[in-house]
């Protein structure tokens, strides 16, 4: 699949580390470091535009790393990016951990997932098939 894509950083395109990587790394386009506080938020731009087709989402994600090493996640995960969204791809990171953490320029920050997706059609009804979980949820299935 080829998608249009304009780079407005010095950063090199996102690209998938390994063979078999879903995402690719999304750098941080920063002037000056970003500090963020403990359970402080901010968008952190990238630089980078694209162009979807119709009928595909991009995908914002935490990087692992980052999230178990240094507490530091992705706020909205996963973020969308829609088909007919232009602007600058940003990332709303939020810092979890009890220490500062700085970001700097050209840091990978946060990982896209390219995904296709479907559009549903309701179909309103009174009542719903029975299946042998019902209306259980939120655990309801057990831990082991």
Do not use: C
Request: hydrophobic share 40%; aromatic share 4%.
């Amino acid at each position: 699949m080829q998608i249009k894509i304009i780079n407005r950083s010095p950063h090199d395109l996102p690209n998938y580390e390994t063979i078999a990587s879903a995402g690719m790394d999304l750098r941080a386009n920063v002037i000056e470091p970003i500090t963020l506080q403990p359970l402080e938020r901010t968008i952190v731009k990238t630089g980078i535009f694209i162009e979807l087709p119709v009928g595909y989402e991009a995908q914002v994600r935490p990087r692992s790393g980052l999230a178990a090493k240094k507490g530091v996640t992705v706020l909205n995960a996963p973020g969308t990016i829609d088909a007919d969204y232009r602007g600058e791809i940003g990332v709303i990171l939020v810092n979890l951990s009890n220490h500062d953490f700085t970001i700097e320029n050209g840091e990978r920050v946060a990982q896209l997932v390219i995904a296709k997706h479907e559009r549903a059609e309701w179909i309103e009804v009174t009542e719903l098939s029975e299946t042998s979980r019902g209306e259980g949820g939120f655990g309801s299935t057990g831990v082991k």
